[in-house]
């Protein structure tokens, strides 16, 4: 079983930058693909970026390129989301997610279902 963890979200003016954390347990989490979706109020869940064992592998949703950027440290079993320009279009739950079979193509790795373990999520609250 695999725990994921996130943190660091808060509440932040348009234009401001938040970095998120998740922190996820096993041994392999450098083999993991991981992953940031988001939820809004009212909104279905939507995939934001995902992240393969280096940041060679990289995939970013369109209306998040150039402002996010994913990064992971397997040292500490942990990726982070650099969110800078911060819209008030961001608000959400902001989730992550560990899919322990590692890079995928691109069109899986948006899936929901793709990911096994997922974090309680943290809010981000970006006020105009």
């Known amino acids: 079983q695999v725990q994921v963890v996130e943190s660091g979200g808060g509440l932040v003016q348009a234009g401001g930058s938040l970095r998120l954390s998740c922190a996820a347990s096993g041994r392999t989490f450098s083999a993991y693909t991981m992953g940031w979706f988001r939820q809004a109020p009212g909104k279905e869940r939507e995939f934001v970026v995902a992240i393969g064992w280096s940041a060679a592998h990289t995939y970013y949703t369109e209306s998040v390129k150039g402002r996010f950027t994913i990064s992971r440290d397997n040292a500490k079993n942990t990726v982070y989301l650099q969110m800078n320009s911060l819209k008030p279009e961001d608000t959400a739950v902001y989730y992550c997610?560990?899919?322990?079979?590692?890079?995928?193509?691109?069109?899986?790795?948006?899936?929901?279902?793709?990911?096994?373990?997922w974090g309680q999520g943290t809010q981000v609250t970006v006020s105009s």
């Open positions: 997610a560990a899919d322990p079979t590692g890079w995928r193509a691109t069109g899986e790795i948006r899936l929901m279902d793709t990911y096994d373990y």
